[in-house]
């Protein structure tokens, strides 16, 4: 099982970046998908969270109305499309699959900084 994410780098404050997580070796459909992400010195943070068909999402307050978490299922891959970046969105960006008892992957993180 490999999650690869994709996307991140330098953003000035107001900017955009998307993030792509790109799943193989595993049935990607029969997965929920989540982000989190860890700014530097602070606790693992759960930013979004979108259903197995992609039906239904959730977000973090910190980033609900800026973000959108998607996914293409025929693609294996999911998304978090990230607007009106602050500088408070600086962190590692992890792509999390869960399956109930019978899997949970993560990604290998994606450095997002906004900076000016």
């Known amino acids: 099982v490999q999650l690869v994410e994709s996307g991140g780098g330098l953003v000035q404050p107001g900017g955009s970046l998307r993030l792509s997580c790109a799943a193989s070796?595993?049935?990607?459909?029969?997965?929920?998908m989540s982000w989190y992400r860890q700014a530097p010195g602070k606790a693992q943070e759960w930013v979004a969270y979108?259903?197995?068909?992609?039906?239904?999402?959730n977000y973090a307050d910190s980033v609900k109305g800026r973000f959108t978490i998607s996914r293409d299922n025929a693609k294996n891959t999911a998304y978090l499309q990230m607007n009106s970046l602050k500088p408070e969105d600086t962190a590692v960006y992890y792509c999390r699959l869960t399956r109930g008892a019978i899997g949970d992957y993560w990604g290998q993180g994606t450095q997002v900084t906004v900076s000016s």
């Open positions: 979108i259903t197995i068909n992609g039906d239904s999402t």
């Open positions: 070796g595993l049935p990607f459909s029969s997965y929920r």
